[in-house]
């Protein structure tokens, strides 16, 4: 065999004339004095002449006789391998073997291992990417050069592929044009891909899977309700928690669920915290709530018809965010912030004056939905968890940003929490947000009286469930379609369309002071079995799942005795001959007869059962974190650069709190900016008190009732400037207030803050101290030597033109 291939290779050279990579001869006839075969023998001489010449040389190359043995080696292993019968078509089934780490760092230079070092330290600190190292270009050069078969070269392409495709959402979230820049009436597009998730008029979501067996006959809901939610005396709240937070409560329950009475399915709200007790639910109702003018709404009304049968402290809370959007859209029209709200020049352009107010109207309704969101988030949310008694700064926001540390938002991926991809509200939480134990005594008055306008001569009390379902569907429908001529509180409106402040101020001071009830077993209002009984009959025609299949699905022990569900030995033996099982005892009933929680600092604020406790806090987090515009769309471009931060919280203000916002632009002349009344209006001033001293803030709030503050009067003429200034014991200075506090208890007796002769002294020494002699030229040398310093120092050029900022610098 080696023969034979040696003569093939000598027979091909001959054939060719070229021997080692040279030339051919010149003359083709001229015989070659030597010739070697692979070293096996030489050619014998001719002739004394031809030994002389020299002989072009014929001899192989070790590369070629190489090839050639490996040839034959492949020929010699091919002749003893098996034949191919693993296939039909004759081949081989080729294995690949990948090759190892020493192989894959033979091919790689000292600079490939240390841009291997600096990509693995870069993936771990997890920050964001300096590409002024070229990192990346010289990780895709290493992963070039290492061996095509390599296991490595595969796993850094795939995280070369992985981080270049995790730099964009998918699918995007945020499109452009009004339809996605505005949230809709009825909260549809929230979510581009699914635009009806969370929209009104479409079906609850279920959240957990009822598997627990019907045992046959349900005890009756009026049993249920007399037995284990009947209140016999009223328990106040353990925290002092006010009625205010339950009236925020109210409005964030009517936001979310508005059941249909025709098909109980279907909710006729959106899923989203839209604000919709104002705005409205659909189209219509939010044309009603319009003027079409300037983007404002009507004054002093609210869409919602529902919450005219709550006390009407709920009502005064969404009267105040009509104030405020009124507020915000006149100042967005004022800053005009780019030229986004020119007014049209055309009077007669219905079309252009149409988008003004719309746009502005849109814009403003953003804003004051984001003030809405601080408030649930940093005054109601942190009074929840108890973190209003301690001066802590953090907060449970699920707008965090749980990405890479790279701004990758993890959307649908399973890194962090997704944001911004919409919400359904489930039958679960229709059920867990009825708060009908925290009803406060004076409110559980204001439910009587109400009731007894509704039906004269009967006890509140033995009102039917089907009787009030008829009477408030008679009631509602009897309401005015425009929401501004609806009565609210028995109040009076003036010639501006506003209610007096003076009224509205009252009903919230009564509000913020008054404590509201405690949850737990056995504290709703008689007033309410009606209620309660439709919300135990409402659960029942929705399927629901028990209360232990709930606590389970949020990763919560199971109750396995009655005595569990509530220690009291009463509410225990009355769920135990109700249900005969823990198992068994309805999801409704178990909100309202669980044990509640005591309080804990930081916590516990309202001190909920136990099972609501739990839930709420994931609703909280879900409602906010899955709504397009409160998260992915909620920024100044949207906004505007005013808007976003007029409604933004500041930690160094009551570590975040919000709601002094909304009350001091709805009541200027009646709360004081430093009023604790609207710093903490959802625990009652007295229980503040306490709070704030051991948190050695007391100081810093006026503890006065709200009043009446009269505004300042302007004098112009020099006549009335100088009965002003000579009676000094008619007119008071206005600065006391203020330098006390700046400058703490001594403030008021400083020169100018007063008008008594110690005062004039003072300033009398004072001028002595500040006027010398030559002061006004050596003010008038200061300021051209700092105007000329500053000047050389804070100019630059711009294409060679000399420039200064005057209104930066």
């Known amino acids: 065999m080696l023969k034979r291939y040696t003569s093939v290779f000598k027979r091909e050279r001959k054939e060719n004339g070229a021997g080692n990579g040279t030339a051919p001869s010149a003359s083709e006839d001229a015989p070659a004095a030597k010739r070697g075969s692979f070293g096996f023998g030489l050619k014998k001489e001719k002739d004394k002449e031809q030994s002389d010449q020299v002989s072009p040389d014929h001899s192989a190359k070790r590369e070629d006789v190489d090839a050639v043995f490996q040839q034959f080696a492949q020929l010699i292993h091919a002749s003893q391998r098996p034949l191919p019968t693993q296939t039909g078509d004759g081949s081989y089934i080729e294995q690949s073997v990948p090759s190892g780490l020493w192989q894959d760092l033979g091919t790689l230079g000292f600079k490939d291992i240390d841009t291997l070092l600096q990509f693995l330290k870069s993936k771990k600190s997890g920050g964001p990417i300096d590409d002024k190292t070229y990192i990346t270009e010289k990780i895709i050069r290493l992963v070039s050069q290492l061996p095509p078969r390599s296991k490595n070269r595969f796993e850094l392409t795939n995280e070369i592929v992985g981080d270049l495709w995790n730099s964009l959402l998918h699918p995007p979230l945020s499109y452009l044009g009004d339809d996605f820049a505005y949230r809709q009436a009825d909260g549809s597009n929230n979510n581009i891909m699914y635009p009806h998730l969370g929209a009104a008029n479409t079906p609850y979501a279920r959240s957990v899977h009822p598997g627990v067996m019907s045992r046959g006959a349900l005890p009756d809901p009026g049993v249920i309700f007399d037995s284990v939610m009947a209140r016999e005396k009223f328990t106040r709240h353990p925290n002092n928690i006010s009625s205010m937070l339950f009236y925020i409560a109210s409005i964030i329950i009517h936001d979310l669920f508005r059941t249909s009475h025709q098909d109980s399915n279907i909710s006729l709200t959106s899923s989203y915290l839209d604000l919709a007790p104002l705005y409205g639910s659909n189209q219509a109702e939010q044309d009603s709530i319009r003027t079409f003018k300037d983007g404002k709404v009507k004054p002093d009304c609210f869409s919602e018809r529902r919450l005219l049968g709550f006390p ?429 506090f700046l400058m703490g208890k001594e403030g008021p007796n400083f020169m100018s803050c007063g008008d008594t002769p110690y005062h004039a002294n003072q300033r009398k020494v004072m001028g002595e101290c500040l006027y010398r002699d030559g002061w006004d030229k050596q003010v008038k040398e200061f300021i051209e030597y700092i105007t000329l310093k500053l000047l050389r120092e804070k100019s630059y050029k711009l294409a060679g033109v000399n420039q200064v900022d005057f209104v930066r610098e």
């Open 312 to 740: 009407p402290g709920v009502g005064c809370i969404l009267i105040m965010f009509n104030r405020y959007h009124n507020y915000i859209v006149e100042q967005l029209a004022a800053i005009n912030e780019g030229g986004r709200f020119n007014r049209p020049r055309n009077e007669k352009d219905e079309k252009a004056w149409a988008k003004y107010d719309n746009d502005l109207f849109q814009t403003g309704r953003l804003v004051v939905g984001g003030l809405y969101a601080n408030v649930i988030l940093f005054d109601y949310l942190r009074t929840i968890i108890n973190l209003n008694r301690s001066n802590t700064t953090w907060s449970l926001d699920p707008r965090v940003d749980m990405g890479d540390g790279m701004n990758h938002v993890k959307v649908f991926n399973e890194e962090g929490a997704p944001r911004g991809i919409g919400n359904q509200v489930s039958i679960e939480f229709n059920l867990l947000y009825r708060f009908h134990p925290a009803i406060s005594e004076r409110d559980e008055k204001w439910t009587q009286d109400f009731y007894k306008e509704l039906f004269p001569g009967k006890e509140p009390s033995k009102v039917e469930p089907i009787e009030l379902m008829k009477t408030l569907g008679r009631l509602e429908d009897g309401l005015d379609p425009d929401p501004f001529k609806r009565p609210f509180a028995k109040l009076e409106r003036q010639a501006n369309g506003n209610y007096r402040d003076e009224d509205l101020v009252k009903i919230l001071t009564e509000s913020i002071e008054d404590p509201a009830g405690s949850f737990g077993a056995n504290n709703s209002p008689k007033v309410l079995r009606a209620v309660e009984i439709l919300g135990i009959q409402q659960a029942r025609h929705w399927n629901t799942c028990s209360l232990n299949e709930f606590r389970k699905f949020f990763g919560l022990k199971p109750h396995e005795t009655f005595e569990e569900i509530n220690s009291d030995p009463y509410v225990a033996d009355q769920l135990r001959h109700l249900y005969d099982h823990p198992d068994f005892v309805e999801l409704y009933t178990g909100f309202i007869a669980e044990e509640a929680k005591v309080p804990m600092e930081p916590g516990v604020g309202i001190c909920p059962t136990f099972s609501f406790g739990r839930a709420v806090l994931s609703d909280a987090i879900c409602l906010i974190r899955g709504d397009r515009f409160l998260t992915v769309d909620y920024h100044p471009k949207n906004l505007t650069n005013f808007g976003y931060s007029e409604v933004q919280h500041d930690l160094n203000i009551n570590q975040g709190c919000v709601f002094y916002k909304l009350m001091l632009n709805a009541f200027p002349i009646h709360f004081r900016q430093n009023s604790v009344y609207v710093h903490y209006p959802l625990t009652i001033p007295s229980e503040n008190k306490k709070i704030l001293t051991k948190l050695g803030r007391v100081d810093q709030y006026s503890w006065d009732k709200p009043a009446f503050i009269p505004p300042r009067s302007y004098v112009f003429s020099y006549t009335g400037a100088k009965y002003v200034l000579e009676n000094q014991q008619k007119f008071k200075m206005t600065m006391i207030e203020g330098s006390k």
